[in-house]
């Protein structure tokens, strides 16, 4: 759901007789029923006060807080009370799985907590895409600890872009990637375990509602009045930093030009968030100008992609201009290199990175991988090769130069490439940071939209 369709929504449902918008809050009742209510309380009041703020005690539209029960363990039965706040059973949610498996039960759930949580997961994402699509979901928040945030965060990550999604959680610090994917969803650190209010607690869980709350009213009264907006088509661009000036020069004119820009940072989940947008329609078009995700991937660097890498854009069939942006180097995390790769050339590009040049060898991997993916395509693709340099480090006098890996690199992409009227391959006389090979890449975008 993209920003005018979430506006057009809203405008609709101010002008119905049923003008509910409502707000999520979701735990574990069995366990976190004190602390849910809490949260709960935290959040109407605060919008309570947006409301209030926004002139809206005309009741034009109600935001609805919700309590929801996604408790997992087998032997427990709902919660005898959610105060005055209308509620969701376990049950309720649990019946949303039968999207997945028309032969579940709700007496099915396993009795294993590690199955059942994930039956719990699906119920719950399950029952979040039906209020989308049929009640106009404004948000969700919840708490919970390792397995809450599993449960929660397996769902709501599943909501759009836009979409507020909060979770207070007890393993908000440190590696947070496989909870938010390529998602916005907030992961706030609890800072103590959630086990009842307390001084600590009593704080989060306040500063959690108030944020969660900003954002649900922000969005609700920063769009229902851009009717007007108009739809742009936008272009995902992939970037390192090493690539940063042609991408600069790109956004820029493609902007001048009347497009949008997306930006991806390529460290792998860049990558996969700018194809996730391609699948739900977000982007029209990509100019994947920094393709290091695919030597990290090969070469086993800490921000590769998958296999999957460019499915999206040929599974869409959305226009593609691609180069070979950043693929002279593959990342480590400093000091933790693989020993096999003690004796290679390598920089430190960081305090957390180091920074390895690919060799010719790895090269004509790359090249294979990409070769592959796009001589199955049927859309129209343009790669562009700059052959003097394929980043700021890859050039004469700097700590990646090597022009033999460069180009066997370009060389066997132009062997390895079956073109056609759709597939085009370009060579061109420039460093990859130069601003006529920007020109170039926006001049093939143009030829083939």
């Known amino acids: 759901m993209d920003v005018l369709a979430f506006t057009q929504i809203i405008q609709v449902k101010m002008g119905d007789d049923n003008k509910v918008l409502?707000?999520?809050?979701?735990?574990?009742?069995?366990?976190?029923?004190?602390?849910?209510?809490?949260?709960?309380?935290?959040?109407?009041?605060?919008?309570?006060?947006?409301?209030?703020?926004?002139?809206?005690?005309?009741?034009?539209?109600?935001?609805?807080?919700?309590?929801?029960?996604?408790?997992?363990?087998?032997?427990?039965?709902?919660?005898?009370?959610?105060?005055?706040?209308?509620?969701?059973?376990?049950?309720?949610?649990?019946?949303?799985?039968?999207?997945?498996?028309?032969?579940?039960?709700?007496?099915?759930?396993?009795?294993?907590?590690?199955?059942?949580?994930?039956?719990?997961?699906?119920?719950?994402?399950?029952f979040l895409k039906k209020t989308l699509d049929d009640q106009l979901l404004a948000g969700a928040i919840g708490l919970g600890g390792t397995g809450?945030?599993?449960?929660?965060?397996?769902?709501?990550?599943?909501?759009?872009?836009?979409?507020?999604?909060?979770?207070?959680?007890?393993?908000?610090?440190?590696?947070?990637?496989?909870?938010i994917g390529t998602s916005d969803l907030i992961l706030l650190p609890s800072v103590i375990d959630i086990c009842g209010i307390n001084s600590i607690s009593r704080v989060v869980f306040c500063n959690a509602g108030a944020a969660f709350a900003g954002m649900v009213a922000g969005r609700i009264f920063g769009l229902k009045n851009t009717s007007n907006v108009t739809k742009k088509l936008t272009v995902g661009i992939t970037m390192a930093g090493i690539t940063n000036p042609c991408v600069n020069v790109v956004k820029e004119r493609l902007e001048k030009l009347g497009?949008?820009?997306?930006?991806?940072?390529?460290?792998?989940?860049?990558?996969?968030?700018?194809?996730?947008?391609?699948?739900?329609?977000?982007?029209?078009?990509?100019?994947?100008?920094?393709?290091?995700?695919?030597?990290?991937?090969?070469?086993?660097?800490?921000?590769g992609c998958d296999s999957s890498r460019f499915d999206a854009g040929l599974e869409t069939g959305v226009p593609l201009v691609l180069s070979v942006g950043a693929l002279d180097v593959s990342t480590f995390r400093a000091?933790?290199?693989?020993?096999?790769?003690?004796?290679?050339?390598?920089?430190?590009?960081?305090?957390?990175?180091?920074?390895?040049?690919?060799?010719?060898?790895?090269?004509?991997?790359?090249?294979?991988?990409?070769?592959?993916?796009?001589?199955?395509?049927?859309?129209?693709?343009?790669?562009?090769?700059?052959?003097?340099?394929?980043?700021?480090?890859?050039?004469?006098?700097?700590?990646?130069?090597?022009?033999?890996?460069?180009?066997?690199?370009?060389d066997e992409i132009l062997n390895l490439v079956v073109t056609n009227d759709d597939l085009q391959v370009k060579k061109c006389p420039y460093h990859i940071n130069d601003r006529e090979f920007a020109d170039v890449l926006v001049d093939s975008l143009l030829q083939i939209l």
Do not use: W
């Not at 290199?337 to 590009?349: A, E, G, I, K, T």
């Not at 394929?390 to 700590?399: E, N, R, Y």
């Open 148 to 179: 809450g945030t599993s449960l929660l965060s397996n769902a709501l990550r599943e909501l759009p872009v836009g979409i507020p999604k909060f979770i207070i959680s007890t393993v908000a610090s440190g590696h947070t990637s496989h909870y």
């Open 22 to 126: 409502r707000v999520f809050c979701i735990a574990t009742a069995d366990t976190k029923l004190e602390e849910l209510l809490f949260l709960s309380d935290s959040v109407q009041s605060n919008l309570d006060i947006f409301c209030k703020n926004n002139q809206c005690d005309d009741h034009s539209f109600e935001i609805q807080v919700t309590v929801v029960d996604v408790s997992a363990d087998t032997h427990t039965k709902d919660a005898v009370s959610f105060k005055n706040f209308p509620y969701v059973t376990r049950e309720e949610i649990l019946s949303n799985y039968k999207q997945h498996d028309e032969t579940f039960e709700e007496t099915d759930l396993p009795n294993d907590r590690g199955e059942a949580v994930a039956v719990m997961s699906k119920s719950l994402k399950n």
């Open 335 to 410: 000091e933790q290199v693989p020993s096999l790769f003690n004796q290679r050339n390598l920089l430190m590009h960081n305090e957390q990175i180091t920074a390895m040049r690919t060799t010719a060898e790895e090269s004509k991997r790359f090249a294979s991988f990409i070769a592959e993916k796009l001589n199955k395509a049927s859309s129209k693709i343009r790669i562009c090769l700059p052959e003097k340099g394929i980043s700021s480090l890859d050039s004469p006098g700097k700590p990646f130069y090597d022009p033999v890996a460069t180009t066997t690199l370009i």
């Open 259 to 303: 497009f949008e820009t997306l930006v991806f940072h390529a460290t792998g989940v860049g990558g996969r968030a700018m194809e996730d947008l391609v699948r739900s329609g977000y982007i029209q078009a990509i100019m994947d100008i920094t393709t290091t995700e695919v030597a990290d991937y090969l070469v086993g660097g800490i921000m």
